[in-house]
DNA sequence: GTTTAGCACTCTACAGTTGAGAGTGCTAAC
DNA sequence: GTTAGCACTCTCAACTGTAGAGTGCTAAAC
């Protein structure tokens, strides 16, 4: 075997050596594994040239190596063989997934459920980013003499409401001109481009009627906002008892937003975030493997789980490519309603 | 002073300097902490009598004593002052707590968020819990030709909306006749008894309408159901980290129906509940301060901060008294609309 | 030029030892 | 009932020695 193919091929059984046992590995440890025709002396001098590249590592002078970040994402980009969950396995996640779902948040927090069962990692699911998605319909419901409530249907299925009080006595005929009103502005409209400004605009366009509408469209917009918040279904706390990352991914959980955000920020496709290439610092020990759900054909909300460096990282790829897909269909079988 | 008194004192001389610094107390240090006119063998004999009794224990022979949970309720129930949140403190949760909240949601995640600020503590706030609450109102939005979302008001201020289906075509007509038969049935009804047989029965009751009411009955039960799900806030996930009881603590919380169940078992004042004194094991080493809020005068959700037996009890009740009775404050304002 | 055997070297993990310091329980006297 | 004095116990931290694992280097073999 040529050299550089051997030493791709050492790299690879270190790390599938490691991830499996958590000892760094020896030159000795290696031939008997990986089933190498050298000698331990050849095996050495490839593993002092991988750990001079930085692939590898020694945690001390006379202990084996360890594989790097560099390692790490090397074997994933040019070693790892994904095999897809098999049938079986596909129709299980489908049934969990779709067990007791009447509504999009229960599938997702299945999924994440679901996702630290498979993979004993913790696991997030995210709601639709509302950025890509429309007003469909504004309805009004009564709720007191001088209160009611919007609801707001988004393209993307997302349903909000909100809350809103007015000086004046709120009657089911004042709610059937809201309706008429705001529906004609509103429909189509991405909810990105709902805002203050916006609705001043909206505003000033009703004449008489801009003296009754202030609190409603305030409300339209809270609703708007609300459905463009992503927010985070999360499953398996407990694993970070005892953890040696745990500590910092409770700090990283502390703050809602940030793990939205950092979520959001994960590729658009099935992925692995490893180490470093994360965008928060408490994640710098971690891998996070990650794939998108898709409403209407395009990327919504996505999954992931996160776990220790030293993960199977062939199993968690198909685990998350499989439940990604699931999690798609159900959803859209849900949303066109 | 007399013997009796002299322990008690002593007792609670030990509570609090073993709060303040973690370290098992020897008799010297005592003497010159609670400033007693007694020698130190006096306090021995004490101390080993206190020991007997269970109140006390000593980690190995050569150490100080460290308080039982027998010696902390003790000392909670018969030694402790506690000195009301000042008029300056109370001010500033009041106002904290109403920041930017618009929903009675945010104002409990806002008091989970402040009680862990406050306390360096983990800490939960419980939405009301339903049982004792009624259908105010029900109302129906349509979503679709086919599909439509029922909303239900319940007497607690409580808003929930479910989406259903149906065969046949929507109209506002037909929305308008379930809007006037259901509230017929429903209006004043508790929602613990919205249940299956109930809709049933309800349902024959409507001759020719039983055909078409079907699925907007069960999306009116499934609001109630959810309207009477207690949901949970928490604060202070990140505190967990390094924490002797964190593991536990993490375990407790990876159920969140057992979070719910057990916060809704405290009891219905202020109150300090104690390592085994918990209903689950999970807290049999920590510490449990908690606070009811009320709606409309009546017990409603429940505030509470866990930490280590070891805390300020006298400082943690002041808060929670206070918080409590801003956010009843708060919430009764918000729903009386 | 590449591979190998052999050997000296380095480092960790674990177990055992030691001494200082803290705090106790007991006893005899007040 | 209270106190002084003293022997005793236990922990903690620092230090030591040993076994084991694994390396890097060198000189010889392919």
């Not at 995210?126 to 009004?140: A, C, D, L, M, Q």
């Not at 008429?180 to 009627?209: W, Y």
């Not at 990650?290 to 909300?301: F, H, Q, V």
Request: aromatic share 6%; proline share 4%.
């Amino acid at each position: 075997m040529e050299p550089a193919a051997r030493k791709k091929r050492i790299l690879s059984a270190i790390v599938e050596s490691y991830v499996k046992t958590g000892e760094p590995v020896g030159s000795k440890t290696l031939i008997s594994e990986a089933g190498l025709k050298v000698s331990s002396a050849t095996v050495r001098n490839d593993m002092a040239d991988l750990t001079e590249r930085g692939y590898l590592v020694q945690p001390h002078t006379s202990a084996g190596r360890v594989p790097t970040q560099r390692g790490y994402r090397f074997y994933v980009d040019n070693a790892l063989t994904v095999k897809p969950v098999s049938e079986q396995g596909r129709m299980y996640i489908s049934e969990t997934l779709a067990q007791g779902a009447d509504s999009p948040e229960n599938v997702l927090q299945n999924a994440a459920n679901l996702l630290t069962r498979l993979t004993d990692c913790i696991a997030f699911a995210t709601t639709p980013n509302g950025e890509e998605s429309r007003v469909r319909k504004i309805s009004f419901v009564p709720t007191g003499a001088h209160s009611a409530m919007a609801v707001l249907i988004a393209s993307n299925g997302v349903i909000k409401t909100k809350l809103f009080r007015c000086e004046f006595l709120i009657t089911p005929e004042i709610l059937t001109v809201f309706d008429n009103a705001l529906n004609e502005v509103f429909a189509g409209v991405r909810l990105s481009a709902i805002n203050r400004p916006f609705i001043q605009t909206a505003a000033a366009g009703f004449g008489d009627l801009s003296l009754l509408l202030p609190s409603a469209l305030i409300a339209v917009k809270d609703a708007s906002d609300l459905a463009r918040e992503v927010s985070v279904y999360h499953s398996g706390l407990g694993l970070l008892a005892g953890d040696a990352q745990g500590d910092r991914i409770l700090t990283f959980l502390q703050n809602r937003h940030d793990v939205a955000a950092t979520l959001e920020r994960l590729p658009l496709d099935t992925a692995v975030t490893i180490g470093r290439e994360n965008s928060r610092v408490e994640l710098a020990y971690s891998a996070v493997v990650s794939a998108r759900y898709r409403i209407d054909n395009s990327p919504a909300g996505v999954l992931a789980v996160v776990g220790p460096l030293r993960m199977d990282y062939a199993k968690m790829l198909a685990v998350l490519d499989c439940a990604g897909s699931c999690v798609s269909e159900l959803l859209n079988e849900m949303i066109d309603v």
